[in-house]
């Protein structure tokens, strides 16, 4: 499958563009500069240059043209204020999933986060970014194409562990990257969780089986 990755230069998404490539997928990797290039073809994505906050919807549009299936794993970062938050995480989410939609991308997954669900109200940045979460996947389930929302826990480096505990709601707890990325990859491989909204940590499940089990 031709499989698009918005935010291609991301921790997560670079293993996943390594992941979907060992497992036969083409990999297009959206990135807002042309230093990010040599990085995503290492990882043997094919780079495309699109700024997600700035860029056009016919640019959206010519950038996930004939794409199967889109992944929106961009994020602003936790150096980046509200603002950010706001322009990237959630606009940047949704201007993504309504171009998926007109492009006749057959499917959406989205890396969200724990807490989205019910995110605190204050004006704290962390909070800022919950509610952007939650606004992006309000969108997700509105637009009109089959999608997968993914909330992990909190994110940790290291080597997948192969196993996680996943379902619509599971007790806080981290995960490593690794183990996101192998998440995704079975999503996008088994064609499993459409219209899912799941949360994921470490566990003892192995990814197949839990996914398996969507």
């Excluded at 990135?31 to 700024?51: H, N, T």
């Excluded at 997600?52 to 961009?74: H, Q, R």
């Excluded at 940047?92 to 939609?101: C, F, H, L, N």
């Excluded at 807490?115 to 909070?127: K, L, Y």
């Amino acid at each position: 499958m031709q499989v698009t990755i918005a935010g291609a230069h991301g921790q997560i998404a670079r293993q996943l563009t390594i992941f979907l490539r060992s497992t036969g997928h083409h990999v297009r990797g959206l990135v807002r500069s042309e230093d990010q290039f040599a990085d995503i073809e290492s990882d043997g994505g094919e780079p495309v240059l699109l700024d997600l906050e700035n860029s056009t919807p016919e640019e959206f549009d010519e950038a996930l043209d004939g794409s199967d299936v889109v992944v929106f794993a961009a994020g602003a970062g936790p150096n980046s204020g509200p603002e950010r938050k706001n322009t990237l995480d959630r606009d940047g989410a949704i201007k993504t999933v309504e171009s998926a939609a007109r492009v006749g991308a057959d499917r959406f997954v989205i890396v969200s986060s724990m807490g989205a669900d019910d995110p605190p109200q204050d004006g704290e940045t962390f909070s800022v970014y919950l509610r952007a979460k939650a606004a992006a996947d309000e969108a997700v389930r509105s637009a009109d194409i089959p999608a997968v929302i993914v909330r992990p826990g909190k994110l940790t480096d290291g080597s997948a562990t192969g196993a996680v505990e996943l379902g619509e709601s599971v007790e806080r707890g981290e995960i490593t990257r690794a183990d996101v990325a192998a998440v995704l990859t079975e999503i996008i491989d088994s064609g499993n969780g459409d219209g899912r909204t799941i949360e994921i940590v470490g566990g003892s499940t192995p990814i197949e089986d839990a996914v398996g089990a969507l």
